[in-house]
């Protein structure tokens, strides 16, 4: 099986990026094949919602993001990692999500007799037909979300977990398995508590099967 994991902390030995490379080791112990990424090595464009890609079913900004497409294809198993910046997920992991409107927007019809062009029938075709389309079928996912706050349970986790559910699952088509929150990564000695993030992390990696 192939085992990716899509880093968005600029902080390459920042709690997001030691627990996802955790994940990676214990996948590629278990014999997967890996590949941890980094977002900041990329160069991502911001969806202009131009809406090209409902008659080409490909985005039109050139840049790396067909490159992140094809490794997330062929991947059997997903990790999304992201520390929460204001509240939410970090707003490079944002304008990546963003982009996947390509694999949906294909069947969308624009509405020209409304106001702005297509509005209406957009969100309504989107929702119809995107049901039958599973770009992800068969795909899990794992999510590691770090951040300063003391709390595991709070509003932004919630946030964070609403935006990566509704993308994974509901877009998607994909299942989330399982999720690592860090929280009071600023404020306290963390050293003990991340050490058993660290272990659940190699273990996650290590079972998936
Ligand atoms: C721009 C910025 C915004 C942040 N916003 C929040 C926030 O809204 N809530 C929170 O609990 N922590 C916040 N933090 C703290 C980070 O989530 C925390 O330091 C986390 O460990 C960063 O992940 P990393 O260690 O992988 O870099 C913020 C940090 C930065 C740099």
Redesign the pocket.
């Known amino acids: 099986m192939k085992v990716l994991a899509i880093v968005a902390?600029?902080?390459k030995d920042?709690?997001?990026?030691?627990l996802c490379k955790s994940i990676i080791e214990g996948a590629s112990k278990a014999g997967h094949e890996t590949e941890l990424i980094n977002l900041h090595d990329y160069n991502i464009g911001y969806c202009t919602g131009c809406l090209s890609c409902t008659k080409t079913q490909k985005c039109a900004i050139k840049d790396d993001f067909e490159i992140l497409l094809t490794k997330e294809m062929q991947a059997d198993f997903i990790v999304y990692?992201t520390?929460?910046?204001?509240?939410?997920i970090a707003g490079i992991l944002k304008s990546y999500i963003d982009r996947h409107s390509c694999l949906k927007l294909p069947y969308v019809e624009v509405d020209k007799s409304v106001n702005p062009p297509g509005m209406i029938k957009q969100v309504m075709n989107y929702l119809k037909e995107f049901n039958g389309r599973e770009p992800f079928k068969g795909k899990r996912c794992g999510i590691v979300a770090?951040?300063?706050?003391r709390s595991t349970r709070n509003k932004?986790i919630r946030q964070v977990q609403f935006v990566m559910k509704n993308f994974i699952e509901n877009e998607m088509r994909a299942k989330i398995t399982n999720t690592i929150i860090?929280?009071n990564?600023?404020f306290e000695n963390n050293n003990e508590k991340i050490d058993k993030l660290m272990k659940m992390a190699y273990d996650i990696g290590n079972m998936i099967k």
């Open positions: 902390s600029g902080r920042g709690n997001v990026s030691r990692g520390p929460i910046y204001s509240h939410d770090a951040c300063s706050d932004q860090c929280a990564t600023l």
